[in-house]
């Protein structure tokens, strides 16, 4: 039975055996498999036929759903019953050429146990129609004669050199249904299944197989001699993987487009494609893009190294990054287009003397190509400035990630002046208060040569579309007063430095500061919280942003839960509300933060709460509720958490943000505007989050009361 399978949580092809540590094990005690898998294509079919083999000896059945494309006519069509003939002869015309172009020892193989479950009425398959694209989810149900299944989802590698296991990335993540801590995370898989198969999933029509196909499949079956064997499927698999060993060390190295990411076949958006052009056009190969957070920056700048490979020899491409954990994604996707980067980051006894090595080998024009990815920090190193001093400037891309970091002034002289190619990435590149900072940018880089909104990311499905719910919180009387002294001591000493025409002094920088945390670390957030989340259940994916000041709470309460650090009570008042949660800050070692991101995609941890670290630059494609209990004035700080919020993942189709907008208590007299000025503040963040929201009516109505009394009604 399943559960003397040993399943893991989380398979990855680059590490684990899946076939034979997963699919053959499972199926093999299994009575029934769902499975639904990407667009029809010969390798979509190997990947779904894999371990059937397995699955052939206890008479179960399988329900197999592919994907394909049709218009909207088709697709109405379909759902009103009426399949249309012109369309089945088309798809099976598709399916057809696709398992043609396949072929292969393992295809057949596994296409002849497809034949032989279709023959003996085993296997029933149908087809999903959707628009162009639309997401399919890949979906599978392994279930055993007691009832208990093994629920999965994830990714492959679906191009058509998938077929060999060497080639057939795969990530899934696996949930058992004995475990009901997991049922947040398997229920929405198998309600999604009976959806697709009952032809009840928005957006999708569901049709019968196509007769040819159906009637190509009898034919293999009726020549099949042998029922399928599992033992065969495995050594053949392991003999191909062996052979593709031994191709991959004889294989040109260096940078190329990946026929696959993340299991969809691989092309540029046209946004992207747009960007490029600008940046060559009108910035003669320098320049900023300013595209919005989740738009695909990275992809877009690998796409522009591959194709500066094959026209520069010797290219040398360094890419800065703020932090080790960009650094690290980056290195990833690299590796996707052929990439091997060398990280300057963590020990210098780890690439110091490698950097040195390769700078000589391009110096020497011994090396077609090199890439570097570097921390800020380790930018400025003496060693790693002295060696790429020496790259030739006209062989020399330098890519700066978040790059309005480097507008600094402790960046003056760190940049490679050298390099004739440069590439700035921000989503917010320009700051809100600071011309200076700008001005040096721009100095570097060279102007914004195209910004790609996230409005425009939202219209072409680039990100989902999301749900805004402001709350209001209002200071205790004691913060309300504290804030109001902070202030006009803020007044004053802008007062006495502004003619001095200098920036401001530490003192003031230190006031400016206090006040924040004192708005970012208000008390009354934490029973709006509560409020907020009104006892429900759990939520998998869900980020809290807090704030690093300290929550004071009513001593009279003797509630010592509500006093401390903000993320340590919102950490306290979520797990007594059973949330499984862990934090994520700068005090976690690198290493742990690593599982934590890992265990909040799988669905092993509920939420994440943070302070700073998830604001620029990580990926949790997967958060689909946030709940910003402290922001910044800085646009930079609440535009890039929103588009983090908002980048696709599978299964997800909007997100929802909770954001705590702080106000002095009604009838506090401050004497001098100040509460009108901390709401026109917080309405700034308000206003910009409410434009795109679905549902942008409701912060209006709930904001209402605090509009009509300082007048500020026309801002939302």
């Known amino acids: 039975m399943l559960r003397s399978v040993p399943a893991k949580g989380v398979y990855k092809s680059d590490r684990d055996n899946i076939l034979e540590d997963f699919y053959l094990p499972a199926l093999s005690v299994a009575t029934s498999y769902d499975r639904a898998v990407g667009f029809f294509s010969g390798s979509t079919l190997s990947y779904a036929a894999q371990a059937l083999s397995a699955f052939v000896a206890n008479g179960g059945t399988m329900r197999l759903i592919v994907g394909a494309f049709a218009d909207a006519r088709d697709i109405e069509a379909v759902r009103r019953g009426e399949e249309s003939r012109a369309l089945c002869e088309r798809l099976g015309e598709e399916f057809l050429a696709s398992i043609d172009e396949a072929g292969g020892e393992l295809f057949e193989e596994r296409f002849r146990t497809l034949a032989w479950l279709v023959a003996e009425r085993r296997l029933d398959i149908r087809v999903a129609l959707r628009p ?159 595209l919005a957070t989740g738009a695909g920056k990275t992809i877009t700048a690998c796409y522009a190294i591959v194709q500066m490979a094959g026209g520069i020899p010797g290219l040398t491409v360094v890419i ?85 970091h480097h507008a600094s002034e402790s960046f003056r002289g760190f940049l490679p002046e050298q390099a004739r190619y440069r590439i700035g990435l921000s989503a917010t590149p320009e700051h809100y208060l600071d011309a200076e900072r700008n001005a040096r940018l721009a100095a570097y880089y060279g102007e914004t040569v195209f910004t790609y909104t996230l409005a425009q ?162 990926d949790v494609p997967a958060c689909g509720t946030a709940y910003i209990l402290a922001s910044s004035r800085d646009p930079r700080q609440f535009i890039q958490r929103r588009g983090r919020i908002l980048r696709r993942s599978p299964g997800k189709d909007h997100a929802t943000i909770h954001d705590f907008v702080t106000v002095l208590p009604a009838g506090h007299d401050d004497g001098e505007g100040h509460a009108r000025k901390l709401i026109q503040s917080e309405l700034r963040r308000v206003a910009e989050f409410n434009a795109l929201a679905r549902n942008a009516s409701h912060a209006y109505d709930t904001l209402r009361p605090v509009l009509t009394a300082y007048d500020l009604e026309h801002i939302l």
């Open 457 to 618: 990311a939202i219209d072409d499905g680039v990100l989902t579309p999301y749900d805004y719910f402001p709350h209001i919180v209002e200071l205790t009387a004691d913060e309300a007063d504290e804030f109001v002294d902070l202030s006009n001591d803020i007044a004053r000493a802008f007062a006495r430095e502004a003619s001095a025409g200098s920036k401001p002094s530490l003192g003031l920088t230190a006031l400016l500061m206090k006040r924040a945390r004192v708005i970012a670390s208000a008390a009354n957030k934490i029973p709006a919280l509560a409020g907020a989340l009104d006892g429900a259940r759990p939520h998998p994916h869900t980020l809290f942003y807090c704030g690093d000041g300290t929550v004071e709470g009513d001593a009279d309460d003797g509630d010592g839960q509500f006093s401390g650090r903000q993320i340590e009570v919102v950490s306290r008042q979520l797990d007594c509300l059973g949330w499984r949660i862990s934090r994520f800050t700068s005090r976690e070692p690198r290493r742990e933060r690593d599982e934590i991101l890992a265990n909040f995609r799988i669905g092993l941890i509920d939420a994440m709460v943070a302070i700073k670290c998830l604001d620029e630059g990580i």
């Open 320 to 404: 800065a990054v703020p932090y080790q954990n960009l650094a690290d994604q980056w290195c990833d996707i690299l590796e996707l287009f052929g990439i091997d980067p060398l990280r300057c980051y963590v020990s210098k006894a780890d690439w110091a003397e490698r950097l040195d090595r390769t700078i000589h080998e391009i110096e020497m024009a011994a090396r077609p190509f090199a890439a570097i990815v570097v921390v800020n920090r380790t930018l400025k190193s003496p060693e790693f400035q002295a060696a790429i001093a020496r790259v030739p400037g006209d062989r020399l891309l330098w890519i700066g990630d978040e790059c309005h």
């Open 132 to 290: 162009r694209g639309m997401y399919h989810d890949k979906i599978g149900i392994i279930t055993d004669a007691t009832g208990d299944a093994f629920v999965f989802a994830g990714s492959a590698n679906e191009s058509a050199q998938a077929l060999l296991p060497t080639h057939n990335y795969e990530s899934i993540d696996v949930f058992p249904t004995w475990r009901p801590e997991l049922e947040e995370y398997f229920a929405e898989h198998i309600d999604s299944f009976a959806r697709l198969w009952e032809n009840r999933s928005r957006g999708t029509a569901v049709m019968d197989v196509p007769t040819a196909l159906s009637e190509r499949l009898l034919e293999v079956a009726a020549r099949t001699e042998a029922p399928p064997d599992p033992a065969r499927e495995a050594a053949i698999a392991r003999r191909l993987a062996a052979q593709e060993d031994v191709e991959e060390e004889l294989r040109p190295s260096g940078p190329r487009l990946p026929t696959s990411i993340g299991g969809s076949p691989f092309s540029i958006r046209q946004h992207q494609r747009d960007a490029l052009n600008a940046w060559r056009e009108k910035g003669g190969f320098n320049g900023i893009l300013d």
